[in-house]
């Protein structure tokens, strides 16, 4: 499975990015997708995920009601949809994606996930 993300860029606050994350080879295997980031000098940390077969979603409580995530499956395509942005949104942001239908509990994890994207740059200037 390769995963391709796209979408980063430099936003002032307030202001809203879409990324899109789209995989391609074996997108069967692609059943749990998330998004993490990570800032400079911190763990990589979960941002969103959903399972694709019911798209049960899950959200940082940081992102919540800011950030919206969604799948497109005839284009195994997911999406991230991130408005009033914040200085602390600054990060790299990488979409993953694993073969099993994980609890939402679990999709929180990173190791939870099999494949990663190579991550896109957003930066929010205050």
């Known amino acids: 499975v390769q995963l391709q993300a796209s979408g980063g860029g430099l936003v002032q606050a307030g202001g809203s990015l879409r990324l899109s994350c789209a995989a391609s080879?074996?997108?069967?295997?692609?059943?749990?997708m998330g998004w993490f980031r990570q800032a400079p000098g911190e763990e990589r940390e979960f941002v969103a995920g959903?399972?694709?077969?019911?798209?049960?979603?899950s959200y940082a409580e940081s992102v919540k009601g800011r950030f919206t995530i969604s799948g497109d499956n005839a284009k195994n395509t997911v999406y991230l949809q991130m408005n009033s942005l914040k200085a602390e949104d600054t990060a790299v942001y990488y979409c993953?994606?694993?073969?099993?239908?994980?609890?939402?509990?679990?999709?929180?994890?990173?190791?939870?996930?099999?494949?990663w994207g190579q991550g896109t740059q957003v930066t929010v200037s205050s």
């Open positions: 993953a994606a694993d073969p099993r239908r994980w609890a939402i509990g679990v999709m929180m994890n990173s190791a939870a996930y099999d494949y």
């Open positions: 959903i399972r694709r077969s019911d798209s049960q979603i």
């Open positions: 080879g074996r997108t069967f295997s692609t059943l749990t």
